[in-house]
């Protein structure tokens, strides 16, 4: 008799679990039914709204774009003259805590370095240009005896 008490109550329990799994299989598939269902719905409604509205839909967007396109100009011309402005304002703050004389003294330095650069050119060129020996009678004479006496001397052994 025993055995046939925990048989029992193993089917009982295995067909109980067999049932609760094939009712979430069917209440998945009902959940996946439902929604497709709406999406359907919802996608006749869609296409019925824009077969109705577009008539107009395409002459209303291109003012909502000129309206758009008109603040982006706004925003964009207050920015840049906001930008000047602090750039103007700063700028004459620096201007008033650097002292003047220095400013000459910037444009002094620099005709300075300018005729120094040009003197430096000049100079440069004429290092470049190969000098000619100045070959004049007596040096000529006096070159071909050295050479003379040199080959006519007798050598130190």
Do not use: C, H, W
Not at 14 to 33: F, H, I, P, Q
Not at 44 to 56: H, I, R, S, W
Not at 65 to 87: C, D, L
Request: charged fraction near 30%; aromatic fraction near 6%; glycine fraction near 6%.
């Amino acid at each position: 008799m025993a055995t046939s008490k925990k048989t029992a109550k193993k089917t009982t329990t295995t067909v109980e679990a067999k049932s609760a799994v094939r009712k979430g299989t069917l209440a998945y598939l009902g959940l996946y039914g439902f929604a497709a269902e709406r999406a359907r719905l919802r996608t006749e409604q869609v296409k019925a709204l824009y077969n109705n509205a577009t008539d107009g839909l395409f002459e209303d967007l291109v003012a909502r774009g000129e309206k758009v396109e008109e603040f982006a100009f706004g925003t964009a011309k207050t920015a840049q003259k906001r930008a000047v402005e602090t750039f103007e304002t700063t700028t004459d703050k620096v201007k008033s805590v650097v002292p003047f004389g220095a400013n000459d003294r910037v444009e002094e330095l620099e005709a300075e370095i300018k005729t120094l650069n040009k003197k430096i050119s000049a100079l440069s060129k004429k290092a470049a240009k190969p000098r000619k020996k100045a070959t004049t009678d007596k040096t000529a004479g006096i070159n071909k005896q050295v050479m003379a006496t040199e080959k006519t001397a007798p050598k130190a052994a």
